[in-house]
C-alpha cells in the first residue's frame, strides 16, 4: 500500500502560480513513477504530468512549457509548479504513484479566475 498526501492548491487569478506538493508513505520502494492527473469541472480525469524513475517526465499538451514536474526520490515526493496558469486549468489535481497498480492522492482544488 501506497499512501499520498497533496499539499497546495488554492485560487489564483489568470497568469499566476501555484505549486502542488505530494508525499508518499508506505511501499515507496515499489514505486515506478509518480504524477499528476487533472478532473476539470464536468469532465473526465485526464494526465497532467508523469515522471518514471530515473525517466523521462511526460507532459499533456496544455501545460507544456508553463508547468514542470519534479521528483525527490529520497524523499518520495513530487512536486508539479505551475506557471501562466489559465481558467482552464481549474479543476481537483490528483497525485498518482504507480507501482503494480496505481495510487492516488485525495485531491486538491485549483481555481483559476479569468
Known amino acids: 500500500q501506497v499512501q499520498l498526501v497533496e499539499s497546495g492548491g488554492g485560487l489564483v487569478q489568470a497568469g499566476g502560480s501555484l505549486r502542488l506538493s505530494c508525499a508518499a508513505s508506505?511501499?515507496?520502494?515499489?514505486?515506478?513513477?509518480m504524477g499528476w492527473y487533472r478532473q476539470p469541472p464536468g469532465k473526465q480525469r485526464e494526465l497532467v504530468a508523469s515522471l518514471p524513475n530515473r525517466g523521462m517526465t511526460n507532459y499533456a499538451d496544455s501545460v507544456k512549457g508553463r508547468f514542470t514536474i519534479s521528483r525527490d526520490e529520497a524523499k518520495n515526493t513530487v512536486t508539479l509548479q505551475m506557471n501562466g496558469l489559465k481558467p482552464e486549468d481549474t479543476g481537483v489535481y490528483y497525485c498518482?504513484?504507480?507501482?503494480?497498480?496505481?495510487?492516488w492522492g485525495q485531491g486538491t482544488q485549483v481555481t483559476v479566475s479569468s
Open positions: 498518482t504513484a504507480d507501482t503494480f497498480r496505481p495510487y
Open positions: 508506505g511501499n515507496v520502494r515499489a514505486i515506478k513513477s
